[in-house]
T-cell receptor, first 113, second 114 residues
Framework: DGGITQSPKYLFRKEGQNVTLSCEQN?????MYWYRQDPGQGLRLIYY???????QKGDIAEGYSVSREKKESFPLTVTSAQKNPTAFYLC????????????FGQGTRLTVV | AQSVTQPDIHITVSEGASLELRCNYS??????LFWYVQSPGQGLQLLLK??????LVQGIKGFEAEFKRSQSSFNLRKPSVHWSDAAEYFC????????????FGGGTRVLVKP
């Protein structure tokens, strides 16, 4: 079955460490997105990529970095510069055409202690 | 920039009763609008979407939504709620001119009483 795979589902890190969240899709979608979800705040866009080797900052990009070396993969690194990294992170992809919906992975819950 | 407001943070409804979730959006061009549902600790599943055409949109799980341009609203409805509908619901607006990214509302958590 086609879909989006995020791994791991739960991740624990010590404060000050960088951590990379994995996102892989086999839907042949051009566009991929990273969202952060905090209670009561909905989803906020961190980074998005419309095509391989290109990406743009979203609304809350500070303290995060991404790469898009392959169409299928869009890993997110949470750096030590991110002041409040504990959150639920969701990866999504879409065909990228007008009106197309985004498909979401199951999320990664990151806890920094 | 686009924005979405979901005025109700929590809604409690009895099983079998009707449900309506409110969504108001702000976007300078013709919007395309979505409703997603999320179970605890899970990703989001698309319920329905509106891009053009008929302003009453049918979705999965018996949900429907009506686009009202004059009110900048896209409210979600279900005639008879099932216990399995307890979840969090998100309205989103898509911005084609801005990388096709989605902007989400804050969500409405629905609790279903037996």
């Amino acid at each position: 079955d086609g879909g989006i795979t995020q791994s791991p589902k739960y991740l624990f890190r010590k404060e000050g460490q960088n951590v990379t969240l994995s996102c892989e899709q086999n839907l042949n979608h051009d566009a991929m997105y990273w969202y952060r979800q905090d209670p009561g705040q909905g989803l906020r866009l961190i980074y998005y990529s419309q095509i391989v080797n290109d990406f743009q900052k979203g609304d809350i990009a500070e303290g995060y970095s991404v790469s898009r070396e392959k169409k299928e993969s869009f890993p997110l690194t949470v750096t030590s510069a991110q002041k409040n990294p504990t959150a639920f992170y969701l990866c999504a992809s879409s065909k990228g055409g007008i009106g197309t919906e985004a498909f979401f992975g199951q999320g990664t819950r990151l806890t920094v202690v | 920039a686009q924005s979405v407001t979901q005025p109700d943070i929590h809604i409690t409804v009895s099983e079998g009763a009707s449900l309506e979730l409110r969504c108001n959006y702000s976007y300078g061009a013709t919007p395309y609008l979505f409703w997603y549902v999320q179970s605890p600790g899970q990703g989001l599943q698309l319920l329905l979407k509106y891009f053009s055409g008929d302003t009453l949109v049918q979705g999965i799980k018996g949900f429907e939504a009506e686009f009202k341009r004059s009110q900048s609203s896209f409210n979600l409805r279900k005639p008879s709620v099932h216990w399995s509908d307890a979840a969090e619901y998100f309205c989103a607006v898509g911005a084609w001119a801005a990388g096709n990214k989605l902007t989400f509302g804050g969500g409405t958590r629905v609790l279903v009483k037996p």
